[in-house]
């Protein structure tokens, strides 16, 4: 007979990922060892097998799941009805609120996506993508006759707003809701009018 999954089965995994990034995100993946996930998360390494088994499994879930919830949220941003300056607004905007409270899941990102197996990573960099693209088409729609005719620049562009995200989160971490706002409309209009519209 099948084992039944116990009612707090998520709850409890959700507290092992979050564990995890965590170690992964002070130890480094390769350093960190299941009987340090165990302490950390307050129980026996024999219940974290219960979960998972492996440490690489562990790590691409905890990706998986970070990705794929990022992905969802920011292109989930509603923006129909706003103008192309306000999408981008909103859309920055939301990035930014959606890193908060997730630097060491970031932080595993940007270290530890090379340790796993190349389909995994393709999995992932396809939610980075879609992201990636969400953006793209916004920054188009506020540039149609230049951004929206180069696909070079277009790219150039869209990674430099992502990277006046990225700065914020490594050189800003626990920074609150309302910085996190201040700077998305700082980013818009750096963006979209340059140093004088700042």
């Known amino acids: ?17 979050k564990s995890a990034a965590r170690v992964f995100a002070e130890q480094g993946f390769d350093r960190a060892s299941m009987s340090m996930l165990a302490r950390e998360c307050g129980i026996s390494k024999a219940n974290i097998y219960h979960y998972y088994d492996s440490k690489d499994a562990l790590l691409f879930d905890l990706l998986d799941t970070y990705l794929c919830e990022l992905r969802d949220r920011v292109c989930g941003t509603r923006i129909d009805g706003l103008t192309p300056a306000e999408q981008l607004h909103a859309c920055v905007a939301e990035i930014l609120l959606a890193y908060q409270g997730a630097d060491d899941e970031h932080k595993v990102q940007l270290s530890g996506m090379a340790a796993l197996a190349e389909e995994q990573q393709a999995l992932l960099r396809g939610y980075q993508r879609d992201m990636i693209q969400f953006v793209s088409a916004i920054l188009a729609r506020n540039a149609p006759d230049t951004l929206g005719q180069d696909k070079t620049k277009l790219r150039a562009a869209t990674m430099s707003v992502f990277g006046m995200l990225n700065w914020y989160y490594m050189w800003n971490t626990g920074a609150g809701t309302k910085a996190r706002q201040d700077y998305a409309q700082m980013v818009t209009d750096l963006t979209l009018g340059g140093l004088g519209a700042v």
């Open 1 to 17: 007979m099948a084992r039944t999954i116990a009612k707090d089965h998520d709850e409890k995994r959700g507290a092992i990922l």
